[in-house]
């Protein structure tokens, strides 16, 4: 501190003597290094007070006064600046702590993919900030059911990352895949309705599929609804029912459907950040996803999902606006 | 993006005006902006959604967070004059099955004029 103090007696005896660019240069050079020691604004004053009266002995009391009134009006601007520095380390500490959460998640809730017999399945989800709010469960215990639900929590961020967890251990605790949709909603309501705020909503589509039927049964809550593709009639049929969010009221009841699948046939589940283009006004998302899927048709399920993404994310200059999830199934 | 509020009361009904775009950003200033109705028992609010250019789902959360206050209080609420894009966000997530909800015919041809 000493040593800065001499130097910047120097630097300032220098100027006053040759008020040139390199001068100023060394100077504000000379400021830096004091910020960095954590010298105050109102302490640079101090230092400049009493450096010119070293150099210039003989200066009036007016002047002299003068620079104690500004020490004394800098130290609000020191303050400032103190409760600047300690809200930037406050930031990097959040910053710190969301990408541990972020990685948490992602471990919470990876998704692995199973391989029943006769089914392909292909999946893409993309979260559009660190936590995804896009969530997909399999179950498949080896027995004669796969079960599938996509799920979107109202909301994005960590609130919307929290609430997941907690469908997913839900879903964990109904254990095997043979279990109803319109009964696995009817639970999963009961649970979010009872331990989330008023504003937080989940939209799920659930299917279950029979692997000796092979028989599509879906309830949805809330959600988008999955595109069927039947291949033989090739035709789309939307897998939707009136289905309430989940977390809105309780008690709530759920109806389902059976779908009979052939070789060829296809579904595709969708979350609302497939469809909704928020710059494309009159643009039928849909349609266009229909379309593209047909002709992806001879593409494997994980090919699909990642063409749909790769063409969808291009219409929207690769500026994602909501969480993108897309999964489908194919009969074979 | 913004977001306002415009209202009007006659003795217990109560006319909202909302104007803007309802996201993630705008929906708590929206939520601010609706929790300042005092809702009585017989109160009648009316909120009018032509002028909402674009809603995401957290604007859904804003609207049935709002629903179940005033279901609380024996109060009424109408949602009036939703685009065909507005509505089919409340058709599909059920919501339109619960509350009270009018869409506008004479804005939806306008709307796919442009």
Do not use: W
Request: aromatic content about 10%.
């Amino acid at each position: 501190m000493k040593e800065l103090k001499v130097q910047y007696q120097k630097v300032l005896s220098d100027y006053l003597l040759n008020q040139n660019e390199s001068n100023l240069y060394i100077g504000q050079n000379l400021v830096r290094q004091l910020m960095k020691s954590n010298v105050s604004p109102e302490d640079l004053v101090s230092i400049h007070k009493q450096s010119l009266e070293y150099i210039v002995p003989d200066l009036p009391d007016s002047v002299l006064n003068s620079f104690d009134f500004l020490i004394e009006v800098m130290v609000d601007f020191g303050l400032m600046l103190k409760e600047h520095q300690s809200l930037l380390l406050k930031q990097e500490e959040i910053r710190i702590e969301m990408e541990i959460a972020a990685k948490i998640q992602n471990l919470l809730l990876e998704t692995k993919i199973p391989k029943p017999n006769g089914l392909d399945i292909g999946m893409v989800s993309v979260p559009v900030r660190k936590m995804n709010g896009d969530y997909v469960h399999f179950m498949h215990d080896d027995g004669k059911y796969f079960s599938v639900a996509v799920t979107d929590v109202v909301g994005k961020g960590v609130p919307a990352a929290l609430c997941m967890s907690m469908v997913k251990y839900g879903l964990d605790t109904l254990e095997y895949a043979n279990n109803n949709p319109s009964y696995v909603l009817e639970v999963l309501n009961r649970i979010i309705e009872k331990s989330v705020d008023d504003s937080m909503f989940v939209s799920m589509f659930y299917g279950r599929y029979d692997l000796e039927k092979d028989i599509f049964t879906f309830g949805s809550a809330g959600h988008e609804p999955a595109l069927y593709y039947n291949s033989k009639q090739q035709t789309f049929t939307d897998l939707d029912s009136n289905g309430l969010l989940l977390g809105v009221l309780p008690e709530m009841k759920y109806s389902q459907t059976d779908i009979h699948l052939s070789e060829n046939d296809f579904i595709i589940m969708i979350t609302d950040g497939v469809t909704e283009f928020r710059k494309m006004d009159n643009f039928d998302s849909r349609t266009y996803i229909k379309e593209l899927a047909k002709s992806l048709n001879h593409l494997s399920a994980q090919e699909m999902c990642e063409k749909i993404f790769e063409y969808l994310n291009k219409l929207q200059d690769f500026l994602l606006e909501d969480d993108f999830t897309i999964v489908t199934i194919k009969k074979y | 993006m913004n977001v306002n509020v415009q209202f009007r009361e006659e003795g217990n009904r109560i006319y909202g005006v909302i104007e803007g775009e309802i996201d993630t950003y705008t929906a708590p200033m929206l939520r601010e902006e609706l929790e300042v109705i005092t809702i009585n028992k017989s109160s009648i609010i009316e909120l009018d959604l032509s002028k909402v250019t674009y809603m995401d789902s957290t604007g859904l959360g804003v609207f049935v967070a709002f629903y179940k206050k005033v279901l609380k209080e024996n109060a009424e609420l109408k949602l009036v004059r939703l685009s065909s894009r507005l509505a089919r966000l409340f058709e599909i997530t059920g919501l339109s099955e619960l509350m009270d909800i009018e869409t506008d015919k004479k804005v939806e041809p306008a709307n796919e004029c442009i």
